[in-house]
């Protein structure tokens, strides 16, 4: 099974910074990968797919990239709405796993 | 528009049995897998498992092989979740989402406490 290595657990930003959010998966898994924005009591809410999918509806600050097994998510400049925790889950082949998640806090 | 309608909250005491739902509607219901994944309080993410509506494939991740049920009945397009004795690990917030290229469609979330 392929294990998903998020990092930084937690994130302190303000309003307007940059910010990113790095996955490592255990094995190649090309571009088989989805982030995810959750908040707290809500389900989690799908942002990018195939790694730099940008889902129906999504603004266009947050972006996804990927090189080898290292996936990124980077919000260009951090809104009010965007603290939350983030997850990326890989969906090569079943079973998936979801990163451990980072919380992005207000600095 | 798609939508996926979770069953409500349950309190349950260990060794008790329990099935929770998800009416699913907005989409054909066989085309697509649907599964189930937990969330533990204070937890991250975990998919439990999926099943293909138009033929009940499931798949369980290894963590809830043997420790679950997931079905699908193509005629009410409603997935289920099943124990046949909770435990008090078992409580956590459980979602059913429809995973497509990444999972598109969530349910609200079911909040099952198991105490005794």
């Known amino acids: 099974d392929i294990q998903m290595t998020q990092s930084p657990s937690t994130l302190s930003a303000s309003v307007g910074d940059r910010v990113t959010i790095t996955c490592r998966a255990s094995?190649?898994?090309?571009?088989?990968l989805a982030w995810y924005q959750q908040k707290p009591g809500k389900a989690p809410k799908l942002l990018i797919y195939?790694?730099?999918v940008l889902q129906n509806g999504v603004p266009s600050r947050f972006s996804g990239n990927w090189s080898g097994t290292e996936f990124t998510l980077t919000i260009s400049s951090l809104q009010p709405d965007d603290f939350a925790t983030y997850y990326c889950?890989?969906?090569?082949?079943?079973?998936?796993?979801f990163g451990q998640g980072t919380k992005v806090e207000i600095k | 528009e798609v939508q996926l309608e979770q069953s409500g909250a349950e309190v349950k005491k260990p060794g008790e049995s329990l099935r929770i739902s998800c009416k699913t509607s907005g989409y054909t219901f066989t085309k697509y897998w649907i599964g189930w994944v937990r969330q533990m309080p204070g937890k991250g993410l975990e998919w439990m498992g999926i099943?293909?509506?138009?033929?009940?494939?499931?798949r369980y991740s290894p963590s809830f092989q043997g420790q679950v049920i997931i079905s699908a009945d193509k005629s009410t397009a409603t997935a289920y979740l099943q124990w046949t004795s909770l435990k008090a690990s078992d409580t956590a917030m459980y979602y059913c989402?429809?995973?497509?290229?990444?999972?598109?469609?969530w349910g609200q979330g079911t909040l099952v406490i198991v105490s005794s």
């Open positions: 195939k790694a730099s």
């Open positions: 099943v293909f509506p138009r033929d009940s494939d499931a």
């Open positions: 094995q190649g898994l090309g571009h088989w």
């Open positions: 989402a429809r995973p497509s290229d990444g999972a598109d469609f």
């Open positions: 889950q890989e969906y090569d082949n079943y079973p998936w796993t």
